[in-house]
């Protein structure tokens, strides 16, 4: 795949490639082997900014009212991302009950980003004084320019072991059994360089553009080394579980555990020292769930599980790391109702949750720069609908609705923030899609598939309790067609993304895309 993305924003451009092949081999009846490879390329020009955000003491109050097209990037600043994806997997039929699978995979993304403009910085004046050329600026419009590279180079090398095995107990029921062992191999190096900040030109005047001087006058010696880092570790993973059938499959029980352990060094390649200590971490991590068919096309169920995220990741302070991130623990549990009814054409689930996590990792951007913290205890709860409803067989509807209450539910650090709203999380969610393909024989292969999601307002920063982001309405619709040229499958496809063309912010670290249209087709060999 080949895109050369449309100039939403001024400056902004992009091309991006997409390659990926797959090939499957049957060595025998019993054995296959398949190989994935993917390499994806982007490189943008004068790369997308956040918008800027009026903040007093470093916290956010809301945007500046600046034009949905405004970026504060130069023409020369880019950001270019490499990725390259290899899997290798194969599959063995061990007599009638068992199977083996192994796997191997190796993904590497290397990623350099330079990106002119922060914020206001801590220290200005309360105005910037005038110049012969431009009126003095309140701080509260003062963009100051910083010129920053920063680059990420990251590796993971994965293999896998699974073993699955199946049973047939007579009148008794069924038992599944699976086994498996994880080993995961992590490279991650994280490098800064900025231009010194005492050589700063002025800021820009967020009211006025003729201050939005977009000229770099640095040159590469200008950016000088504040932060190499390299983080190596290695994860192992030992996991098991049983799921038996009984009554004839109408009562479904599963349970399972996870041991996981950890290890993470960090090196600062500047001074050629540690970050902190080796870090270890491990874990248990069990789950266990039930399925009862009350009648036919009726299921309830519940589950109940924990997990644990190792968090290879220093957190920083002021964009530079600083320490070693604990792990994520969580856990939750779920209950509700699954139905499928009228000959499978309708499915759907209703259900009531509730999760609870420690040490989630939040990021904070003040003045251009972007800090790390961990909160004590996050929890969110609510309830969650959705249907698949297929009323005649060229015609399918899905929709679904959730209510989530999720919240700060302790906080040594800051114990203000406890009971406030998670940043980001919206109470209420719709999403509503259908896809219609036309039968008839003058209009047959065309079909028209389209939707709208709708979000709540959200918290945009926790700090500051009356800063919210307004709800938003997305909608899509595609025109498509299918049809044959000389025996090849072919689809040309029209698309609008964001056909009302909503201008929104999903969260305080990202922008809405306008309306785009696009052409595509495809040809299948």
């Not at 701080?139 to 049973?167: I, W």
């Not at 036309?438 to 999601?453: C, D, Q, R, S």
């Amino acid at each position: 795949m080949y895109q050369n993305d449309i100039e939403y924003w001024n400056p902004y451009s992009a091309v991006s490639t997409d390659v990926a092949a797959s090939v499957s081999w049957r060595a025998s009846p019993i054995l296959e082997f398949t190989v994935d490879y993917e390499r994806y390329t982007k490189e943008e020009d004068g790369p997308l900014s956040l918008l800027p955000t009026r903040s007093v003491g470093g916290i956010f109050q809301n945007f500046h009212p600046l034009p949905n097209d405004f970026n504060y990037t130069l023409s020369s600043d880019f950001r270019d991302t490499l990725q390259d994806n290899i899997g290798l997997e194969a599959n063995l039929k061990l007599g009638d009950h068992w199977a083996v699978r192994g796997n191997f995979g190796y993904n590497h993304i290397d990623a350099q980003f330079r990106a002119t403009g922060g914020g206001g910085v801590p220290g200005n004046p309360a105005v910037i004084p005038a110049t012969p050329e431009f009126p003095a600026i309140p701080l509260e419009y003062a963009f100051n320019r910083r010129y920053n590279h920063t680059g990420r180079t990251h590796r993971d090398r994965s293999y896998q072991v699974d073993a699955v095995g199946k049973y047939r107990l007579g009148d008794f029921g069924s038992l599944r059994i699976l086994a498996g062992y994880q080993f995961i191999k992590n490279y991650l190096r994280t490098t800064n360089r900025q231009v010194d900040a005492s050589r700063q030109p002025r800021p820009w005047d967020l009211r006025n553009p003729a201050t939005w001087i977009r000229v770099n006058p640095f040159t590469e010696a200008d950016y000088l080394w504040i932060g190499d880092v390299v983080n190596k570790g290695n994860s192992e993973a030992y996991y098991g579980g049983l799921t038996v059938g009984l009554f004839e499959e109408r009562l479904i029980v599963l349970g399972g555990m996870r041991n996981t352990t950890t290890e993470f060094l960090s090196m600062n390649e500047l001074t050629k020292t540690p970050v902190g200590p080796k870090f270890f971490a491990g874990e248990n991590s069990p789950q266990i769930g039930a399925l009862f068919k009350l009648v036919e096309g009726i299921n309830v169920y519940a589950a109940y599980s924990e997990s644990f995220v190792p968090n290879n990741f220093l957190l920083r302070l002021d964009h530079i790391p600083v320490k070693q991130a604990v792990p994520t623990l969580g856990k939750g549990v779920e209950a509700g109702f699954k139905t499928e009814l009228f000959d499978k054409r309708f499915s759907s689930t209703a259900s009531v949750f509730e999760i609870e996590n420690t040490n989630i990792i939040q990021t904070f951007v003040s003045n251009g720069l972007q800090s790390d913290f961990q909160s004590g205890v996050t929890k969110s709860r609510g309830v969650e609908f959705d249907f698949n409803f297929s009323p005649q067989p060229n015609l399918q509807i899905y929709a679904s609705y959730a209510y989530t209450d999720a919240y700060i539910a302790e906080n040594p650090a800051n114990p203000s923030f406890v009971g406030r709203v998670q940043p980001g999380a919206a109470k209420n969610t719709v999403n509503i899609w259908s896809r219609y393909d036309f039968l008839e024989t003058t209009l047959k292969g065309w079909y028209v598939p389209g939707g709208a999601t709708w979000a709540d307002k959200r918290l945009a920063d926790l700090r500051n309790p009356d800063f919210w982001l307004n709800p938003y309405t997305v909608v899509s619709l595609n025109l498509g067609r299918r049809f044959k040229v000389n025996e090849l499958n072919c689809y040309a496809e029209l698309s609008a993304k964001n056909l009302l063309d909503e201008t929104y912010n999903a969260g305080i670290n990202s922008r809405s895309r306008p309306r785009v249209v696009m052409l595509s087709g495809a040809v299948e060999f």
